[in-house]
């Protein structure tokens, strides 16, 4: 009766300890899960923001023509 006991107590100490592991594990995972995504979500939105404003400044656009003329305006003026 007392191994029997004794058997019990440590299946259900056993089943604590691999429960406790696994959470912990998993919230691990979880984090550095959601680190990633974030960095990914940063990382795009960079991209993104660059193509935006390299096709804005695209050669023969209207900004492009604006920051030209600006540009020659600038340089009469100050001969």
């Not at 604590?16 to 795009?44: D, K, M, N, P």
């Amino acid at each position: 009766m007392g191994k029997a006991i004794a058997y019990l107590v440590a299946t259900i100490a056993g089943v604590i300890v691999v429960g406790w592991v696994a959470i912990q594990l998993l919230h691990v995972l979880v984090g550095a899960l959601a680190y990633l995504i974030v960095g990914a979500i940063v990382v795009g939105g960079g991209v993104y923001l660059y193509g935006r404003a390299k096709r804005s400044l695209a050669p023969g656009t209207r900004n492009q023509r604006r920051i030209e003329a600006a540009a020659k305006t600038y340089r009469m003026r100050n001969r």
